[in-house]
């Protein structure tokens, strides 16, 4: 009869809430942020449906955003928390402050009828660097399938990486997905960019296709 020592062999050591719980909240942690996300995008549809952002909404929205502290690190919350604190500073809500409120709730919401892109993640007129730079693609291409792009950086002596690090120079956004492009239904790709950017201070440039392929047949 084998002991309950042998018996137990190979097993993992079971999780104690009490001791693990810091180690299963960092587990947990990008899950509860993109919930978070979600959970905003939806207020802020609910918001804006009618056109303009009341006393009460800005107050509950007050609410939900010391509720979520713990998330404000990341984009857009960290956006939206910082534009509120900004319009709250002196306890009134100007009528051009509201309407910033109202603006990017508009981008950021689910629902609305303009369905709305996030602009301003976008590097504009980049001049692109191939030589020993690195490269990740995201979405669908619209000039040419991705491996060709792909090619491209190649023999320009740049490097195609396959994840988004603080080593990554560009990161290229296929145009036929950008109205799926807003947050929320970024692909984690462009997501972990944009918090390298913010959070690492990274040169990360965030660049459209077409202006990728203008500078390769520019360059």
């Known amino acids: 009869m084998k002991s309950s020592a042998s018996g137990n062999k190979g097993r993992g050591k079971a999780i104690n809430y009490d001791r693990d719980q810091d180690l299963v909240a960092m587990y947990n942690f990008p899950l509860q942020v993109k919930r978070a996300v979600q959970e905003i995008q939806g207020v802020a549809g609910f918001m804006i449906y009618d056109g303009a952002i009341s006393d009460q909404e800005i107050s509950y929205l007050g609410q939900w955003l010391e509720t979520h502290r713990a998330f404000l690190t990341q984009y857009p919350l960290s956006d939206l928390s910082k534009l509120f604190n900004e319009i709250m500073k002196d306890g009134i809500v100007e009528p051009h402050e509201r309407r910033q409120l109202f603006d990017f709730l508009s981008s950021i919401a689910v629902g609305s009828q303009k369905n709305p892109v996030v602009n301003g993640i976008y590097t504009d007129h980049p001049q692109i660097v191939f030589k020993d730079r690195q ?39 296929g145009n036929l997905g950008s109205e799926a492009y807003k947050f929320g ?24 296709e077409r202006d990728f392929v203008e500078n390769v047949v520019g360059g």
């Open 135 to 173: 490269f990740l693609f995201t979405g669908e291409m619209e000039f040419g399938p991705r491996e060709k792009a792909e090619r491209v950086v190649v023999d320009r002596g740049g490097i195609v990486a396959k994840s988004c690090t603080l080593k990554t120079n560009y990161l290229i956004v």
């Open 185 to 208: 239904r970024f692909g984690s790709k462009i997501e972990k960019a944009i918090t390298l950017q913010r959070e690492k201070k990274t040169p990360i440039q965030i660049v459209r």
